[in-house]
C-alpha cells in the first residue's frame, strides 16, 4: 500500500512537469501567432504582396527631332519583339528548336538567348530579337500554343528619315553598354536604347523620357496571370534642332561621291543650317545592330566615313587665311588700303624663294585685289613683317584654334602655331620661312570647316558669331570683334570682287540673281610638297591631290548666311568647291524666302 502511494505522487509529479512543459510550448506558440499576425502584419502583408505581385518597368517612348520648320529628322517606329518568360528557361532547348524554323535563317537564336541571360535582371522577360517583320510575327503567333513562355512585344525602335545625309550631325542609338548601364536598373531592360552619338547623346537627358511602371499578378512558377496597376511612362522632350532638313539632303546629294564637308550658318543668331560630312554612314542600320561585315566596310574605307569632318577634319585653311593675314597687316599699320606690293611671282627670303601661285606674277597689288585674285607674295610680305605671334591673336578673333562646344563628339581645335607652340611640341626654334608658309594657310595652321565657317560669319558681320545646334526664340547677343569696320569694309569688298569682278578667281561660280549675290574666297591647301609646279591635279592619284576650300557669305548686300566648302583631294577651290559653294548659298536662300513668304 505505501509502495502504491509513493508511485502515484511519482507519477503526479512528472504530469506535473509535463503538463507545465507542455503549457509553456503552447504559450509560446501562441505568442508567435500573436507576433506575426497582429505586431508585424503589415511587414509580412507586404513581403507576401511582393511575392505575388512583379514590377516591370515600362520603356518611354523617346523624344522626336525635329528640323527647324519641325520636319521630323529622328521618329520612333513600330518594333516587334521576341520575349521570352524566365519560368521556361528549364525548357530552353526545346523552345530553340521550336522557334529557330519560324526566324531568320542566319540569326543567332541560342546566342542572344545565352547573351541576354547575362545582362537582363532576374525579373524581368528576356528578350530574344528587335525589329522582326511581320512573316515571323505571324509565325510565333500561329504557333502560339506550342510556344508556352513566349509572345511578341510591341515597341518603337529608333529610325532617320535623312539616314546618312546627316548621320554625324543626329548621331544614333543603341544598347547601353554594360560600363554605362551599370547600378541603373532602367538601363539594363531589354529593349532600352540610348544615344551613342551626336544630338541622340548630347540630348539624352531630355530625349529619354521617364519609364512607367506595371505590376504583374504572378503564380507559384512566376508566371504572368495578370496586370494589376499601371503607371505610364512618359515621353521624351521633342528637340528643335536649327537644322533645314531640306538643305541637308540637299548639301549631300551635291557632294555626291565626294568626300568633304559642308557647314552652313545663320550670321545673325549663329544657327547651323546644315552640317554635312560625306561619306557618312547609314544610322539606321546601327540603330537596329550593327553587323560586323557593314562595320568592316566602313573602317577599311579610306575616305573615312564614321570621321565627322565638319569638326574634327583638321586641314589647312589654305587661301581661306588670306583675309585675317592682311587685316592684321591694316589693324597694326603694315599696309594701308591704298598701298601696293608688287608681285614678280615669287618672294624672295634668304636665299630660299616662295613661289606665287601666278607664274608670272600679279604685278601691283593692294589688298582688295590680293584678296581677290589671291595673291600668294602680298601676303607673304604682309605675313613677314608682322610675325606669328601677332597673327596668332588675329586667328582667335575669328574662332579658328577655338572649340565651340557644341556637344558632338570628336570637335577638335585644330592649330594656331606660334614659336612657343613650335618650341613645345618639336624642340625646335620658330623659323621666318615658317611664318610665310602660314601666311597663306599653309604649313602648321590646322582649322575645321566649323571654324571656317564661323570666321567668314565675323568677317561678314564684324561679330563674334557663335554656332548653336538648337533653336532659341531669344536672339543671342554677339560682342563687336576689335578689328575697326573700315578694316573690315575693305575685307568684305575683297571677298566680293572674287566672285564679282572680272579678275576674281571664282568669277565663273557668281550667283547672277541679284539678290542673292554672293562673296567669298579660294582656297587650295596641299596635302604634300609641290615639286614641279603647274601639274594637273586630275593626274595625280587621289590621296595626293590638293584640298579644296571655299568659304562665303550672302547676299553680299546684307549678309544673312555664311557657309565653308571643303572638298578633300578636290583638285583646287575655284574649279571645285566654288561651284558647289554657289548652288548650295543660292539653296538656302531660295529656301529662307519661300518659307518666309
Not at 521576341?82 to 528557361?89: F, I, P, Q
Not at 564661323?454 to 532659341?472: D, E, Q, T, W
Not at 548686300?557 to 558647289?580: D, F, K, L, N, V
Amino acid at each position: 500500500m505505501r509502495k502504491h502511494i509513493v508511485q502515484r505522487k511519482l507519477l503526479s509529479r512528472r504530469a506535473f512537469v509535463l503538463g507545465g512543459m507542455q503549457c509553456s510550448i503552447a504559450a509560446l506558440l501562441v505568442g508567435r501567432l500573436f507576433q506575426l499576425q497582429t505586431v508585424k502584419a503589415d511587414a509580412y502583408k507586404t513581403l507576401a504582396e511582393d511575392n505575388r505581385i512583379n514590377l516591370q518597368l515600362i520603356v518611354p517612348e523617346r523624344g522626336l527631332i525635329l528640323d527647324r520648320f519641325g520636319v521630323p529628322i529622328a521618329e520612333n517606329r513600330t518594333n516587334y519583339q521576341l520575349m521570352m518568360d524566365r519560368s521556361v528557361l528549364k525548357n530552353k532547348e526545346t523552345l530553340i528548336k521550336r522557334l529557330q524554323p519560324l526566324l531568320q535563317k542566319d540569326y543567332p537564336l541560342a546566342e542572344m538567348l545565352e547573351k541576354q541571360i547575362r545582362r537582363t535582371p532576374h525579373n524581368q522577360n528576356i528578350l530574344l530579337k528587335e525589329n522582326m517583320n511581320w512573316d515571323e510575327v505571324s509565325a510565333i503567333e500561329f504557333n502560339a500554343p506550342d510556344l508556352a513562355g513566349i509572345s511578341v512585344d510591341t515597341g518603337t525602335v529608333r529610325y532617320y528619315p535623312l539616314a546618312s545625309y546627316a548621320s554625324h550631325l543626329i548621331g544614333y542609338v543603341g544598347t547601353p553598354s554594360p560600363q554605362e548601364a551599370e547600378g541603373n536598373r532602367f538601363l539594363n531592360m531589354p529593349g532600352v536604347k540610348i544615344g551613342k552619338s551626336g544630338l541622340e547623346k548630347r540630348e539624352e537627358a531630355h530625349l529619354c523620357g521617364t519609364a512607367g511602371l506595371r505590376h504583374m499578378e504572378v503564380n507559384a512558377l512566376g508566371q504572368y496571370l495578370k496586370e494589376v496597376d499601371r503607371r505610364e511612362s512618359i515621353k521624351g522632350e521633342d528637340l528643335h534642332s536649327t537644322i533645314i532638313a531640306e538643305l541637308q539632303e540637299y548639301i549631300a546629294l551635291r557632294l555626291g561621291t565626294e568626300s568633304g564637308s559642308v557647314v552652313v550658318m545663320d550670321i545673325t543668331n549663329g544657327d547651323v543650317l546644315a552640317l554635312c560630312s560625306v561619306p557618312a554612314f547609314d544610322p539606321n542600320r546601327f540603330s537596329k545592330g550593327i553587323s560586323q561585315v557593314y562595320w568592316d566596310e566602313l573602317m577599311k574605307d579610306k575616305k573615312t566615313p564614321l570621321l565627322n569632318k565638319s569638326i574634327g577634319g583638321q586641314y589647312p585653311p589654305g587661301s581661306t587665311f588670306k583675309m585675317i593675314v592682311g587685316l592684321k597687316g591694316l589693324e597694326e599699320g603694315i599696309i594701308s588700303p591704298q598701298s601696293s606690293i608688287y608681285c614678280p611671282g615669287y618672294f624672295n627670303l634668304g636665299n630660299h624663294r616662295f613661289r606665287c601661285w601666278k607664274p608670272g606674277g600679279h604685278g601691283r597689288m593692294n589688298y582688295q585685289s590680293a584678296i581677290a585674285q589671291s595673291c600668294d607674295t602680298f601676303f607673304y610680305t604682309v605675313g613677314r613683317k608682322l610675325g606669328i605671334d601677332k597673327i596668332a591673336v588675329i586667328c582667335h578673333e575669328f574662332g579658328l584654334g577655338e572649340v565651340f562646344d557644341l556637344g558632338l563628339i570628336g570637335e577638335k581645335r585644330g592649330i594656331v602655331p606660334t614659336e612657343a607652340w613650335k618650341r613645345a611640341s618639336y624642340n625646335q626654334p620658330w623659323q621666318a620661312g615658317d611664318t610665310v608658309n602660314v601666311s597663306i594657310g599653309q604649313g602648321y595652321v590646322l582649322a575645321t570647316p566649323l571654324q571656317l565657317a564661323v570666321m567668314a560669319a565675323r568677317l561678314a558681320s564684324g561679330k563674334k558669331v557663335m554656332p548653336r545646334l538648337i533653336v532659341n526664340e531669344k536672339k543671342p547677343h554677339f560682342d563687336e570683334l576689335s578689328v575697326s569696320k573700315e578694316s573690315l569694309a575693305v575685307a568684305q569688298q575683297g571677298m566680293i570682287d572674287v566672285m564679282n569682278h572680272p579678275t576674281g578667281t571664282a568669277r565663273p561660280a557668281q550667283i547672277p540673281v541679284a539678290v542673292f549675290e554672293m562673296a567669298g574666297k579660294t582656297g587650295t591647301s596641299q596635302v604634300r610638297k609641290i615639286i614641279v609646279s603647274g601639274v594637273d591635279q586630275s593626274r595625280v592619284p587621289w590621296k595626293f591631290r590638293h584640298h579644296a576650300l571655299f568659304v562665303a557669305f550672302a547676299p553680299y548686300q546684307q549678309p544673312r548666311y555664311a557657309a565653308c566648302i571643303m572638298i578633300e583631294h578636290g583638285g583646287g577651290g575655284a574649279s571645285t568647291a566654288a561651284p558647289i559653294a554657289r548652288d548650295i548659298m543660292l539653296r538656302v536662300q531660295q529656301i529662307m524666302a519661300e518659307k518666309n513668304a
